[in-house]
């Protein structure tokens, strides 16, 4: 299990490369990876996150603990960036390795939806027309209720 | 115990992070106290359902006990991922 709060960007083909490197046990590697989108007017600019140093990691390693418990797993990923990005940035990856793909789709699910509400990161869109926290959307929060 | 804002909590505030002194009882009495003190804080706490605390880095709700924590979070809801 490795989790990684960092500001420099990552390299999802070395990472994921390196994530299934040796997973003979495993027969189905999941990665999930979220980018930053400019859905509405296409004038974002930068998209900064903040998080809580120390809270952070601690979020990350109990949700990825939990989903370790909770589905025959070998192994998980997460790797959440802060700080400053640009639309088409990469913000973060999971990746879950298990004998079957089933329990690897549905603990990065798991790890999608806990990590979404449940670890110390807020959003700020900064654009031409000004900056704006990103507010938590209910469906989000909603969506915990399914584990 | 040090006090933490983070996000437009922070903003409103006016500041990341400071030491209080209190007898607070109860993060909701640490909220009273806070809010009484200058209306930059009482904005940032109108709305406790806007809102969540963690206790030494660990989720919280405003009923929680006070005693023996070291450091009180405030923020809104998070939005990782």
Do not use: C
């Not at chain 1, 807020?122 to 027309?129: A, D, F, P």
């Not at chain 2, 009482?42 to 450091?71: K, T």
């Amino acid at each position: 299990m490795r989790i990684a709060v960092q500001q420099e960007a990552f390299d999802l083909g070395v990472e994921a490369n390196a994530f299934a490197e040796g997973a003979i046990a495993n027969g189905a590697i999941v990665t999930f990876t979220g980018v930053v989108r400019d859905l509405t007017t296409g004038d974002l600019d930068v998209m900064e996150i903040e998080h809580y140093p120390g809270m952070t990691e601690r979020a990350l390693a109990a949700i990825a603990q939990e989903a370790m418990d909770r589905w025959s797993l070998g192994d998980v990923l997460v790797i959440h960036r802060h700080g400053r990005l640009a639309p088409g940035d990469r913000i973060m990856m999971v990746a879950t390795a298990a004998p079957h793909r089933k329990d690897a789709f549905e603990a990065a699910e798991y790890l999608m939806d806990y990590l979404k509400s449940r670890a110390p990161f807020w959003k700020k869109e900064i654009s031409t027309s000004g900056a704006e926290w990103v507010a938590a959307k209910e469906e989000d929060e909603d969506a915990l209720t399914r584990w | 115990m040090d006090v933490l804002y983070f996000a437009w909590v922070r903003e409103r505030i006016g500041l990341p992070k400071e030491k209080i002194v209190t007898e607070a009882a109860t993060v909701s009495d640490l909220v009273a106290e806070l809010s009484a003190r200058e209306d930059r804080y009482a904005a940032a706490f109108a709305d406790l359902s806007a809102l969540r605390v963690a206790l030494d880095q660990e989720l919280s709700d405003f009923d929680a006990p006070l005693n023996g924590v070291r450091e009180v979070a405030f923020f809104p809801p998070m939005t990782g991922g």
